[in-house]
């Protein structure tokens, strides 16, 4: 099931490439699984509602107490149904990706992008040490490949979401060992590293190895990858 969902993401930023696009912005939090439309698909609105439950309107209302005036302001807001099912629960047949939210999507060949928009932990190294360098496919396939990682396993490859630039930086050199186009250009990186990559002050790293093992292999309730799946992921 995991292998066929990473395949699907690879196939579909494979896809967007060839039509010329950079997505931009790929993370777990813009893949969506599809709904199987066969189930719905016979069902009326009211037919819904009772299979889940029929949303209550939620008021829309100004902090201040003032009334609502602007014509682009709905009366009411609803939470959303769910209408999925638990991930354990899933077949395989079922599992199909859509990778959504093209909102920061460009086609390199006609716009240059220097500022990247993804999460900081997913972010590109070029969007973090070269603000001159235009981003272009290849800053997809850093963040496609972390998505993967988590994707598989039981969290992501690299902290960061409370933390600041140089904290992921010093993090994917803990895992990676120091990174050779940009190493130079990081000018924090005397503050937690020594010139060779080594880690300073007692601080506690992980390297790629122990990550794997933690994320990937322990933290999976179902079969582990083997030798071989192991060497090729």
Not at 85 to 108: C, I, R
């Amino acid at each position: 099931m995991l292998l066929s969902k990473s395949a699907q993401l690879i196939m579909a930023t494979a896809y967007a490439h060839r039509a010329g696009f950079v997505h931009g912005d790929i993370h777990l939090g813009n893949v969506l699984l599809q709904l199987p439309g066969s189930e719905l698909d016979h069902l009326s609105i009211q037919q819904v509602y009772e299979r889940n439950y029929k949303p209550d309107p939620c008021p829309v209302t100004r902090t201040d107490g003032q009334p609502v005036f602007s014509p682009s302001v709905p009366k009411n807001v609803y939470t959303p149904n769910w209408l999925g099912k638990p991930s354990d629960e899933v077949l395989l047949p079922e599992a199909k990706l859509w990778l959504a939210d093209f909102g920061t999507a460009f086609n390199p060949s006609q716009e240059t992008r220097l500022l990247s928009y993804t999460h900081l932990q997913n972010r590109p190294p070029e969007a973090v040490f070269d603000s001159t360098k235009p981003l272009t496919f290849s800053s997809d396939i850093s963040s496609l490949g972390l998505m993967v990682w988590e994707g598989m396993g039981s969290g992501p490859s690299m902290s960061g979401f409370l933390f600041g630039e140089n904290e992921v930086v010093a993090d994917q050199v803990d895992a990676l060992g120091p990174l050779p186009q940009w190493w130079e250009k990081w000018g924090a990186r005397t503050n937690v590293s020594t010139e060779g990559g080594q880690p300073k002050g007692g601080r506690k790293v992980w390297p790629l190895q122990k990550r794997f093992d933690l994320i990937l292999q322990r933290g999976k309730k179902t079969a582990k990858l083997d030798d071989e799946e192991s060497r090729a992921f």
